[in-house]
């Protein structure tokens, strides 16, 4: 079977879905040709010009507006401004010739069966056969589609879904037609995973598929209980957020922000097409969403909906909530419950189900309610969407951001516990449940061995979830694998020799437990290993140093431990950088200070596409003080090429920490000098970055890592480089740009970056700029308004101007 590849894509619709996809395979380097229709009539703007329906500007004017769009829109769709050179835009009458040299032609237009047939025919005349051929579908039966098409065209054929945004949504669903080629699944299912990073999954073609259905249902279920136990808006949003490990926005913010017309169509098109299901009822939409939509309060895009910002007389704006009873808009009020206070000591999520639906309040009420329901409805829907219970999980988790999918958090609160709660609700499972207790099961899923596994129903027996080979996951091997524990760190053995240091602390940051614990992990190492990763599956990699240890340490003017703390930071840093065994830095989600600050110490970084790092001490009033003023500097000097004007080279390296930037994905981060070409390298599929990490740990233990010699001849530019960053400092603070404690913080970076006040471009050892950025962090800590910042991020977690 020849091996296929994908070079090129054509897109065929370019609306915010169509677009966004065109943006994510720009991301990991295909090259797409995105096609939308030919306009019907020329606008303001054109007429003014003298153009006509003829000419090309005019012809591609949707199709460019849509893709300018989305590149403007936040979060941005593309990983890197210049990957949007990887997309050509066209029109569906002088351009479709061109999807006979692509290899994928996906198909993202307007839901209407009759307009996709239409879209499907035309397409068919110039696609060459073996070409695969997709739709991007919400839930239109992907059976309807393909019909009437060639034999060579059914069999490359299904359904493609992803959702929205297709960056940032991991959910992948690959739905079969009825004579798609058993290779085509294949092929997609692993290039999802491996290549767009995404969770793939294989559905049936049922009305809504996996996500949508169990999702809408999840979100109609809740409508209804609103109604039921008379809760506001505020409620319900309080309770299905971060507390059950799903997204900030909860449930009606996410609605907002969807759009509710998107939501009442998926509800609509389950109530019609799934007349048996037992739930039928519960997708008719209450009153109060069929006056939203008449008013056309559809959230975000028409500037109101559950919620509604205001502008007030004195400029400033306020979000107003909806009252579900009077359908009037008023101000939102705090909610509160005293189940809620029982979980605030409960760091991991799963173990708070059990706390939430013991609650004695009506918070407790509505987890029971809830859930019972979300049990009851899953048990049925399978083998009706899926033969697999894993894959309702895996839709649930990837597609709608919760953390844990239905069956995990009924294995949470226990299997037997959770029948009591569906039979106390007036609902009841499917009979499978009780074979599987039958058959001395008593949870959906068990780990043995490292590996995950999940009930199989047919079998009747724990099978092993497939495709974990390309993975690791720390959950499933650290009772059994670990070597060493502290508070702030476990440190864990992935095997073949090498070892991994998982931080625990809250946010994991950085403290004096987690640095105790990267020292004990490198003399490990050293000792009993070849190499080691530093990498975990938390949200954020680390949101940098403890700076509450910091402001305590500055307020009580402790001078000689913080100055101590600061070193053994630095000594930390630069012990991963010269160990005997190589060192990767693993990072994903937020990587800042010294998150950031460690992974540029590592011999290489395996950082997942989603990370965000950058130095922002400036908005704490300090600069970095863990080796990363120091290392900016370094690198700065190692990009000088002869003919370079020195001092712009660094001072780009300086504004980068001046300017606290922040990269947003792992490509920028190479951009901004946090990351180095050549040397590390990113990962689109965060569940595969640890295994990747460790290969690349072993590959350099193999081929015979040599421990680095410390650095003596790093070249500093002293007065030359100085005197400018003063001179600018003077004209951005002359010109109201920065305050006056800004200035000051600047000029303490530069005295660092220029090696100081030398009266000429003198080589300095690494340790020279180590001591000058330790003694400016320092002096920074000893100023008012710098513990004025820090106070103020601690207590509100923003940076503090003043």
Same mark, same amino acid.
Not at 198 to 212: L, M, R
Not at 499 to 520: R, Y
Not at 571 to 581: E, F, G, H
């Given at each position: 079977? #020849? ?21 994510? @395979? ?20 054109? $007429? ?5 329906? !003829? ?14 769009? #989305? ?52 397409? !068919? ?7 695969? =051929? ?37 959910? @992948? ?13 294949? %092929? ?6 491996? %290549? ?73 098109? =389950? ?9 039928? +009822? ?34 400033? #704006? ?6 579900? +009873? ?10 509160? %419950? ?27 009420? @509505? ?7 979300? %049990? ?11 033969? !697999? ?10 597609? @709608? ?14 299997? !037997? ?65 670990? &070597? ?26 950085? /403290? /004096? ?9 490198? +003399? ?22 403890? =700076? ?32 005997? =065994? ?33 130095? &922002? ?12 003023? $120091? ?127 030398? #009266? ?43």
């Amino acid at each position: 079977m #020849s091996k296929r590849r994908i070079k090129k894509i054509a897109i065929i619709g370019s609306g915010i879905m169509g677009s966004g996809i065109a943006c994510h @395979f720009a991301n990991i380097g295909v090259d797409v040709l995105l096609l939308d229709i030919v306009p019907r009539e020329l606008n303001d703007k054109e $007429k003014a010009k003298g153009l006509t329906l !003829e000419d090309k500007e005019v012809r591609n004017r949707l199709v460019n507006d849509s893709l300018t769009e #989305s590149l403007k829109s936040k979060p941005s769709p593309i990983y890197d401004k210049a990957f949007a050179s990887r997309i050509k835009t066209g029109n569906m009458e002088d351009d479709i010739a061109k999807v006979k040299d692509v290899d994928w032609i996906m198909e993202v237009v307007v839901e209407r069966l009759d307009i996709k047939q239409q879209v499907f025919e035309k397409l !068919e005349k110039y696609r060459t056969p073996g070409t695969l =051929i997709t739709s991007n579908t919400s839930g239109i039966p992907i059976h309807f589609m393909s019909e009437g098409r060639s034999e060579d065209f059914q069999k490359h054929f299904c359904g493609t879904h992803f959702f929205n945004p297709a960056r940032y949504l991991e959910l @992948f669903e690959i739905i079969p037609g009825p004579k798609t080629d058993q290779e085509v699944l294949d %092929f997609l299912n692993e290039y999802g995973e491996k %290549f767009l990073g995404k969770t793939s999954v294989i559905a049936k073609d049922t009305p809504a598929f996996i996500g949508n259905r169990i999702g809408i249902f999840s979100i109609m279920s809740l409508f209804h209980a609103v109604k039921d136990m008379d809760m506001t808006v505020e409620e319900v949003d309080k309770l299905t957020g971060p507390v059950i490990g799903r997204p900030k926005s909860a449930t009606f913010r996410t609605v907002d922000v969807v759009g509710l017309d998107t939501l009442v169509h998926v509800a609509n098109g =389950i109530y019609e097409n799934c007349p048996k299901d037992e739930r039928h +009822e519960l997708f008719k939409l209450p009153g109060f969403i069929d006056t939203m939509m008449e008013k056309k309060w559809l959230g975000s895009k028409t500037g109101q909906g559950f919620y509604k910002k205001i502008r007030k007389d004195d400029g400033s #704006s306020e979000i107003l909530t909806l009252d579900l +009873e009077t359908l009037d808009y008023r101000d939102s009020k705090r909610a509160k %419950f005293g189940t809620l206070e029982q979980t605030k000591t409960i760091d991991k999520v799963e173990d708070r189900f059990e706390v939430l639906v013991n609650g004695k309040d009506k918070a407790g009420d @509505f987890y029971r309610k809830t859930f019972a329901a979300l %049990f009851a409805y899953v048990s049925h829907r399978i083998p009706e969407i899926t033969d !697999e219970l894993y894959k309702i999980d895996d839709a649930m988790r990837a597609g @709608f951001g919760w953390e844990h999918g239905p069956f995990q958090i009924w294995d949470a609160i226990g299997v !037997e516990k959770g029948l009591k709660m569906i039979k106390d609700e007036g609902h009841e499972v499917d009979s499978w449940v009780a074979g599987m207790l039958e058959s001395g099961s008593d949870s959906f899923y068990s780990v043995k061995d490292g590996n995950s596994y999940f009930y199989d129903i047919p079998s009747k027996k724990q099978e092993k979830i497939p495709g974990q080979d390309s993975f690791i996951i720390l959950d499933n091997i650290r009772k059994t694998k670990e &070597v060493f524990k502290n508070s702030g760190v476990v440190i864990e053995d992935l095997g073949d020799g090498i070892l991994n240091i998982e931080f625990q602390s809250k946010m994991n940051t950085i /403290g /004096g437990d987690v640095l105790a614990g990267v020292n004990k992990g490198i +003399e490990l190492a050293e000792k009993d290993f070849a190499g080691l990763v530093v990498g975990n599956q938390a949200k954020n990699f680390s949101v940098g140093a403890n =700076i509450g240890m910091i402001f305590m340490m500055a307020a009580e003017q402790e001078y000689d431990e913080l100055n101590a703390a600061i070193k053994y930071f630095q000594d930390t840093m630069m012990r991963m950088r010269y160990s005997s =065994i190589p060192t990767v830095a693993a990072p994903q989600g937020m990587s800042l200070g010294g998150g950031c600050e460690l992974s540029m110490h590592a011999d290489k970084v395996v950082a997942a596409a989603e990370t965000y790092m950058g130095l &922002v001490e400036f908005g704490v009033g300090v600069i970095p003080g863990g080796g990363g003023s $120091k290392e900016m500097t370094v690198r700065a000097q190692d990009t000088f090429r002869t003919g370079d004007v020195e001092l712009n080279t660094l001072q780009e390296y300086f504004l980068t920490i001046g300017m606290a930037k922040v990269s947003t994905s792992a490509y920028e981060a190479f951009d901004l000098g946090l990351l180095q070409k050549g040397k590390d390298i990113v990962v689109v599929n965060k569940h595969r970055q640890l295994a990747v990490a460790k290969q690349q740990a072993k590959l350099m233990a193999d081929i015979g890592y040599t421990q680095p010699v410390k650095r003596t001849d790093i070249k500093v530019l002293g007065k030359q480089a100085l005197g400018m960053f003063l001179v600018g400092t003077d004209s951005m603070e002359d010109s109201n740009y920065i305050s006056e404690h800004d200035k000051k913080i600047a000029n303490k970076l530069a005295y660092v970056m220029a090696g100081g006040d030398l #009266s000429e471009p003198t080589l300095v050892s690494e340790q020279y700029l180590l001591d000058l950025e330790r003694e400016a962090f320092l002096s920074l800590c000893t100023e008012r308004k710098t513990l004025e910042r820090i106070q103020h991020m601690l207590k509100t977690g923003k940076p503090l101007r003043n």
